[in-house]
């Protein structure tokens, strides 16, 4: 097994399941913990900035 970081294996997730990122950003913004948003926010930005980058994965 390849090791790789929570980052990583939260971008392949929002990657394969966008309707859970979004709901999953609905509810960090709702509860308003700004620490977690930061995070959530890189792990969308990593996501979906790798979907650009290969528009056929």
Known sequence: MK???H????AE???AD??????????VV???????L???ERQL???FAKREAN???
């Open 45 to 47: 930005s990593a996501a």
């Open 7 to 10: 980052d990583e294996a939260m």
């Open 30 to 36: 709702r509860d308003g913990n700004a620490d977690e």
């Open 13 to 15: 997730l929002f990657q």
């Open 18 to 27: 966008p309707s859970f990122a979004a709901d999953l950003l609905a509810e």
């Open 38 to 40: 930061a995070i959530l």
């Open 55 to 57: 528009p056929t994965s």
């Open 3 to 5: 090791d790789r970081s």
